[in-house]
């Protein structure tokens, strides 16, 4: 006989039926879930930002605060190794200057695929069929852009951490200023003046402090976009938290292995793994990391510099230096390059901070992951680094990359100043710009030997110069014909002065028309007949000065008088007779040297008489 307790149907409310076995045996899977997801610890505990203290700055939980640079970096290519060591020099110059041991830096390269293309309409015709054909080709290429971003960390006060929490419930409170308060105002304003500092000594890197942005779409914090590009492996807009920010930024699941990680997404995920520094090279030289810079693969290197106080360094330095004496080392080398340390420490010629440096390696699957990992860790032994792939560090090295986070770095070294500068380059492949130029957007993407993509553009700003230089059958016409067709996109009229008809058949193409200039033929040119306007009575003075000018005479007062006075003259005819001949007389007597007779070789029977003596 059925055990009618487990298994008679029951109704509830008439809207579901269950078994009372089933229905126990979801409220137990139930509570399992909720015990799991209980103890789960949320990834906002490892973030240890609080909200924006202002429109630049952050506040970290512990009351420190943080500024951020991006930087498009320094062109080195062709540069000469004495420029770039004056550049690293002046990087040491300028940490040097942040003598406390409240002050740390960060500093990330961010190598991330770029598949941009300029926008534009183009007409139908070569030119659109000429940018479809590029587009599709751009399309199939692995290009990567690698950006930089600066940290300066202002560390709060012992005071101020113990008694953050009132603190930062007043600020939200409005409650009246405490003298936290007052301390963290002070903080903010000293290292909003540091900054600043950067910023001058950094023009040439092309830094920028980051802030907020206004759309149509809302307030987006740069900031908080930085953060959530670390926090992620994916870079995208972030809208300017309501709430705190450590619990608003994590927008993927992390899943940590044992030496690899997972981001999974609603709709994208990456699989990644850290490479970390576990023996350093014997020196740093300018530029020391810049083959990372092409690597095809996507990376997140990150560096910490934690300065430390001079004495506490010299202490360290000097128990290293005993050590080695005590033990007989015979690395005599190592010794010395000891003394000079203590000694260029003592005189302030540089500084000494606690450094860490990590590479997140980020990839589709397992085995491109793999393939990446090796070219890194390639690039790390021609520099005489030892890198180690993390496994039980695996995770506090990936929160370690978030600036702040200091507890979380797993191995790190006493370097100088001067060592740092050359680890943190900050060295580049010029970009271009991509929108937001003298014309909007780029005139077109042109790939580089390094991987990356070059927006271009004419302009320099709002300065339009360009030049191309190139030997005989190196591709300067092409180039040059390539970019006229992309500029067509501008709905733009173009003058093209071909010589030797190099650009014949590409105007055609471009249903231009094409006419040759020269002394055999009428070129159809009449500059006389344009608009009487000041703008053009004007420039034909200039003109008529250089024709009477062409074989090197000089023209005294009295001739630039009658120059004007001829130029008035001829807009008094009718447009039809405003002609080089009929402005002759107003120029005066026919003589040797005359105006006139200098005249006589732009027209009539004159040798250059079809440039501009022509009717039409």
């Known amino acids: 006989m059925p055990n009618t307790a487990l298994n008679a149907e029951t109704k509830d409310s008439g809207e579901r039926t269950a078994t009372p076995l089933l229905d126990l045996k979801l409220r137990e899977k139930a509570c399992s879930l909720a015990d799991i997801a209980a103890r789960e610890i949320s990834a906002a505990e490892f973030i240890p930002y609080a909200c924006h203290y202002d429109e630049n700055t952050i506040l970290s939980k512990s009351g420190d605060l943080l500024q ?50 300029p926008e534009g309409v183009f007409p139908s015709g070569f030119a659109h069929d000429l940018n479809e054909a590029w587009k599709n080709k751009h399309s199939k290429l692995d290009l990567y852009v690698n950006d930089f971003y600066l940290t300066l960390i202002q560390r709060a006060r012992p005071a101020g951490i113990a008694g953050f929490k009132q603190r930062f419930e007043s600020l939200f409170r409005k409650f009246e200023k405490s003298g936290q308060e007052l301390e963290l105002k002070r903080a903010h304003k000293e290292l909003s003046s540091i900054t600043q500092r950067f910023l ?46 450590a619990r608003y930024l994590p927008a993927k699941r992390l899943f940590f292995g044992k030496d690899a990680l997972e981001t999974r997404g609603v709709r994208s995920g990456h699989l990644a793994a850290i490479l970390s520094i576990k023996e350093y090279a014997d020196s740093t030289v300018p530029g020391l990391l810049d083959r990372f810079l092409e690597i095809p693969a996507e990376f997140i290197m990150t560096q910490s510099f934690l300065l430390t106080e001079r004495q506490s360094s010299l202490r360290q330095i000097q128990t290293q230096q005993r050590k080695m004496l005590q033990t007989e080392d015979l690395a005599l080398s190592q010794i010395e390059q000891i003394d000079q340390a203590l000694d260029d420490a003592s005189s302030g010629r540089i500084g000494f901070g606690h450094h860490h440096l990590t590479v997140l390696v980020k990839a589709e699957n397992a085995k491109k992951l793999n393939q990446a990992l090796a070219q890194v860790e390639a690039a790390f032994l021609d520099l005489g680094i030892v890198a180690v792939r993390e496994d ?77 230089i190139g030997p005989t059958g190196s591709g300067k016409s092409v180039l040059l014909n390539f970019l006229v067709a992309q500029c067509f996109k501008f709905g733009c009229k173009i003058f093209f002065f071909d010589k030797d008809r190099g650009g014949e058949i590409f105007i055609r193409a471009m249903k231009g028309t094409h006419s040759t200039l020269g002394i055999s033929q009428p070129s159809g040119f009449n500059p006389l007949r344009l608009p009487d306007t000041p703008e053009n009575r004007a420039f034909l003075v200039d003109w008529l000065q250089l024709l009477l000018s062409s074989q090197g005479e000089t023209l005294s007062s009295e001739d630039l008088t009658k120059i004007s006075q001829a130029i008035e003259g001829s807009y008094k005819l009718d447009p039809q007779n405003r002609t080089l001949e009929n402005l002759a007389p107003f120029l005066g007597l026919s003589g040797p040297g005359s105006l006139a007779s200098r005249l006589s070789l732009w027209y009539g029977k004159g040798t250059h008489r079809n440039l501009f003596g022509n009717q039409v």
């Open 68 to 117: 951020i640079l991006k930087i498009d970096g320094l062109p080195f290519e062709t540069a000469g190794h004495d420029w770039l060591l004056f550049q690293k020099n002046l990087r040491n110059t300028i940490l040097r200057t942040l003598t406390k041991s409240r002050y740390a830096v960060y500093v990330h390269s961010i190598r991330r695929k770029q598949d941009s293309y």
């Open 392 to 468: 039980l560090n695996l995770e506090p090295c990936f929160w370690a990359q978030l600036p702040e986070n200091f507890p979380f770095i797993a191995r790190s070294a006493l370097i100088s100043t001067a060592n740092f500068a050359g680890f943190a380059s900050l060295h580049n492949y010029p970009s271009g710009k991509l929108s937001g130029n003298h014309w909007g957007p780029a005139v077109t993407v042109l790939e580089t030997l390094s991987q990356t993509p070059y927006f271009f553009n004419f302009h320099l700003n709002d300065v339009g110069h360009t030049t191309i």
């Open 200 to 245: 001058s000594n950094l023009k040439d890197y092309g830094a920028r402090l980051l802030g907020l942005e206004e759309s149509e779409a809302g307030c987006f914090s740069e900031p908080a976009r930085f953060f959530s590009q670390l926090i992620n492996l994916e870079d995208r807009p972030v809208l300017l938290p309501a709430m705190e920010m």
